[in-house]
């Protein structure tokens, strides 16, 4: 079974910082690229970064210069450290991972998903 158990959310005063994790299982985590989205209240689930097999990234607009997303195969563990938090990324994030391990029109086709971390951030 894939298994994508994610963690690191809170509540966080604007401009803080939080770091997400992402433990995954059932798959070869090197041979899948694995990324996080976000589903705010009233809003529809949106990509915020993905990371392919080779290490290339992407980033939502609305994230690029505060959040990176980087992964220890090691760990099996895909992370998202996101700074400069705003009261808009407010949302529950979700990692996820694709069996297409390449980046395609700047998001990851993802195959599976796991239960989210709730990201709170404080005006």
């Known amino acids: 079974d894939v298994q994508l158990q994610a963690s690191g959310g809170g509540l966080v005063q604007a401009g803080g910082s939080l770091r997400l994790s992402c433990i995954a299982s059932?798959?070869?985590?090197?041979?899948?690229?694995v990324g996080w989205l976000r589903q705010a209240p009233g809003k529809e689930r949106e990509g915020v970064s993905c990371?392919?097999?080779?290490?290339?990234?992407a980033y939502a607009d609305s994230v690029k210069g505060r959040f990176t997303i980087f992964s220890d195969s090691a760990k099996n563990t895909v992370y998202l450290q996101m700074n400069n938090l705003k009261p808009e990324d407010t949302a529950v994030y979700y990692c996820?991972?694709?069996?297409?391990?390449?980046?395609?029109?700047?998001?990851?086709?993802?195959?599976?998903w796991g239960q989210g971390t709730l990201v709170t951030v404080s005006s």
């Open positions: 990371l392919s097999t080779r290490g290339r990234t």
């Open positions: 059932g798959f070869n985590f090197d041979d899948f690229a």
């Open positions: 996820a991972a694709a069996s297409y391990p390449e980046i395609t029109d700047g998001s990851c086709l993802y195959d599976y």
